[in-house]
């Protein structure tokens, strides 16, 4: 993550040096943490000034900006970096507005003051990690995070926050948004989650209930209390409930957030084990993962990566499908795959000697699936016309800080 930041006096400046020194740090790994970055993923912050005096002293760690500063945030806008305005709120403001369009994909932007005293997350605050990065500044800095969301003001639960933490996509902004609104009002939040596939840490807040579900499709609760439900499911027959639940509201006169209404939050868990015959097209590929995919009821967003045998790592429809679905192609070596279990003893892997005498082991699509970290298999081997598939689901953690 690299932080563009912009001053506009003297002061300002030396405050962005400041910052810049604290962030990149030897206790850079710490902040990181705390911004919940992957693994692997770094922190940095580039300094640019509109101050009239930047070369004084500042030529090793800031640059000057000598364009328009709408410019400076189209850029920062585009490279999806977040923004620092070290400054007025106004200046940020107007310089951001021709570029703002939903909160699913605008960067943070965070205004501080050039004394650092006062810290406000004014776009992204929660999806974009906005509220975060103010947080983290404002501790560094000895200044007050101003928030002004009402989840935040209320100190209550919020549902996009939750999400982006949790890796957990989103089904639908519009009822995520009534969510938030729901739990603003006083109504208590369900939030169901699968037994088999998920384990909770940390303390849940008041307005939230935990509904540990057997099947994929919980039962609602018959208490009378007004709340709303969240559903973190990978599955499109919850997608298509949760739609017929809108539907019905839209077509009662009474709906006004006083009853039920469902949000599907979607985790990345789902891995693809696969293998084909040299040659398939990526277009043969992605109609037979999605057929697959359809068949269990499984929503493409669901599928975490895709993983072969590493003589698959330069086929062009593997590598064209797994860029399709924007997910990371794993391959490991016929070694590491022979060494593969599965975690119920009663269980096998399907076997073949033509597969074996090709690859140096006799499975590769299931074996695959395990190796990239799945728990179980929900679709063992399918074969259809030279290509093969198999599905895992990857057991999780569901965070509540």
Same mark, same amino acid.
């Not at 007004?226 to 027959?237: C, G, L, P």
């Not at 797994?322 to 590491?336: D, G, H, Q, R, W």
């Given at each position: 993550m690299n932080i563009s930041a912009i001053s506009f006096t003297r002061a300002g400046q030396n405050l962005s040096i400041r910052i810049k020194e604290i962030l990149e740090s030897e206790d850079c790994r710490v902040y990181e943490a705390a911004l919940g970055l992957a693994e692997g993923e770094t922190l940095s912050i580039s300094l640019y000034s509109k101050c009239r005096f930047w070369q004084y002293g500042a030529e090793e760690f800031i640059l000057p900006w000598a364009g328009d500063i709408r410019e400076f945030a189209a850029r920062a806008f585009e490279?999806?970096?977040?923004?620092?305005?070290? @400054?007025a709120c106004g200046i940020a403001v107007r310089s951001i507005a021709p570029f703002v369009k939903d909160k699913k994909t605008d960067p943070p932007v965070i205004v501080m003051d050039e004394k650092g005293k006062y810290v406000i997350p004014i776009l992204s605050s929660h999806l974009g990690g906005g509220e975060k990065l103010a947080e983290l500044l404002s501790e560094i800095l000895g200044g007050q995070l101003i928030n002004t969301t009402a989840s935040d003001v209320n100190q209550l639960f919020a549902v996009d926050t939750f999400a982006k933490t949790n890796g957990l996509k989103i089904s639908d902004m519009k009822k995520a948004k009534d969510v938030a609104a729901a739990i603003v009002d006083g109504k208590k939040c369900v939030i169901s989650i699968s037994k088999q596939d998920f384990e909770v840490e940390g303390a849940l807040p008041d307005e939230v209930t935990v509904q540990w579900v057997e099947s994929s499709v919980p039962q609602g609760e018959d208490s009378g209390i007004?709340?709303? *439900?969240?559903?973190?499911?990978?599955?499109?027959?919850e997608l298509v409930c949760t739609d017929m639940i809108e539907e019905a509201a839209l077509q009662s006169k009474t709906a006004d957030m006083t009853g039920e209404m469902t949000l599907q939050l979607i985790p990345k868990n789902v891995i693809l084990g696969v293998g084909c015959k040299k040659g398939k097209n990526v277009q043969e590929l992605m109609a037979f993962i999605l057929c697959v995919l359809d068949q269990l009821k499984l929503v493409p967003d669901a599928v975490k990566c895709m993983a072969s045998i590493d003589l698959k790592k330069d086929e062009q429809g593997l590598l064209q499908a797994?860029?399709?679905?924007?997910?990371?192609?794993?391959?490991?070596?016929?070694?590491?795959l022979e060494k593969q279990q599965l975690p119920e003893e009663t269980e096998c892997f399907s076997e073949s000697e033509?597969?074996?005498?090709?690859?140096?082991?006799?499975?590769?699509?299931?074996?695959?699936?395990?190796?990239?970290?799945?728990?179980?298999?929900?679709? *063992?081997?399918?074969?259809?016309?030279?290509?093969?598939?198999?599905? @895992?689901?990857? *057991?999780?953690t569901i965070c509540f800080e």
């Open positions: 490279r999806k970096e977040p923004i620092l305005f070290i @400054g007004q709340y709303v *439900k969240v559903m973190i499911s990978n599955r499109t027959d797994a860029e399709i679905l924007n997910v990371p192609f794993l391959t490991f070596s016929s070694e590491k033509f597969v074996k005498e090709v690859t140096g082991v006799s499975n590769v699509c299931e074996r695959a699936t395990v190796a990239a970290g799945a728990d179980y298999l929900i679709q *063992k081997k399918v074969s259809y016309q030279g290509m093969t598939l198999a599905v @895992g689901i990857q *057991k999780g």
